[in-house]
């Protein structure tokens, strides 16, 4: 009796200081950048471990704040990963596993409550510079027209970037709700080729051409400065305003296309010069800030939608002794943990203590209630239903997070980690399979032989005869999943299993109220 006395007295302590910190943040409201990389793996930053490469400018972030060791992506696939971001739901809910291209409608309903919905109802100017991947109308883009619904119709004011990605078509800028340089004697045509750079690891350039003048003004190699420069004229001419920026970079996304002065300035190839030239944008966006006077109250995130990608690039860096997620089993597309586990850093002058590192768990899905708590905002009922406040992670304190659902390409492969375990339900990585070395898809079980790591499942390539039927590891001891201890603590699997069975592959979507 005693004893529940006390663990009540606690869990009120508990809440109190809680309730403290969040309206402590709350009367701050600093502005908001979420620097959101792509495909940049946990060991692609040399405050995580590169020596082939050198990130000073992200490096400062995280001298200047906190760096999270145990920080995922929702999904280990670029959209899937986008959703989780904006929405605080897990991608499966919306059976989102894949990408989506071309003729694919927005995949967030414009009733849900996002990232950006939050903070604009906060008083924030809002808005989302780069790389979009999420779909555009209600059924399939009008690419000749206007592209509504969009990132407009879910909150944010202001909207500049590449419709798809950098690899897939088309290899235009859209702003707000239309194509930019699009003219109406110039359509946009399916099934023409596209005027445009042939680049390798670039792809589908006929799927869609014309629209000669929109597709002159993209010049992949200039895609980063571009994006740059729109971001700071954003920045400065939000003045005074309280904003929210999300940058979204093509960095690192194949093709690897870094502006020419970045070109060689790496040991690992053009994947490290893509890295350099990230780092560089980085930079611009705090040298913004301090010119603006507003660096000291601004909240940087920097982070990265999954994994690094073992693509052909991905391959050469590899063999000139760059690891892309560390010591991490994987890749994109991968269940294990290189396919999730991600860079995240954090700096807020004088309420992220300087210099300091963090193993709480989190992840991208958990932005909308902390920005919700960050502005004293209370979340609609359904809305951001797998998200978790981690404002007291950032100051010192801990996450209240039972589990985590984590989604790779395949949805046999579903996953929960908890604690110190992770289990994963099936064989393998549950991401790309190609078993040809150089191949854009190599992954899998041959991918993890050629990189020379072990794990018990796998043996020259191929998964073991007799490997258990799914995986669960001890990532306290055993980060680098070389041991598949299914067979060993049968209990825990049952728990874990029946953790993941509890979430349906896919459950509607509570819309937002009605004001």
Known sequence: MITKILCSLSAISALSTCAFAVTGFADEQPNIVLIFADDLGYGDLSCYGATKLQTPNIDRLAKEGRRFTDAHSASAVCTPSRYALLTGEYPHRKSLYAPVFLKTGLVIDHDQQTIASVLKDAGYETAIIGKWHLGFGDKTPDWNGELKPGPLELGFDYYFGLPVVNSHPPFVYVENHRVVGMVPEDPFVYGKKAKTQEIPEKMKLDNIGGADAAHALYDDYQVGTTLTKKTVQWIKECGEKKFFLCLSTTNIHHPFTPAPRFQGTSECGLYGDFVHELDWIVGEVVKTLEQQGVADN??????????????????????????????????????????????????????????????????????????????????????????VNILPALTGGSVERDHLLLSPFKKSHLSIRKGKWMYIGGQGGGGFTSKEVGNHGFGGPAAITFTGRENSDIENGKIKKGAPPAQLYDLKNDPAQTTNLYNSYPEVVQEMEALLKSYKPATSIKKKAKK
């Open 298 to 387: 601004t909240l940087i995130i920097v982070t990265s939608d999954n994994g690094g990608m073992f693509n052909h690039t991905g391959q050469e860096t590899w063999k000139m002794g760059h690891a892309l997620n560390g010591k991490y089993l994987g890749f994109k597309f991968d269940a294990w943990e290189g396919g999730h586990r991600v860079p995240f850093i954090v700096r807020w002058p004088g309420k992220v203590e300087a210099g300091s590192t963090s193993d709480e768990l989190i992840c991208n899905v958990d932005m909308i209630a902390s920005f919700a708590a960050l502005t004293g905002q209370t979340l609609q009922d359904g809305q951001g239903q797998d998200s």
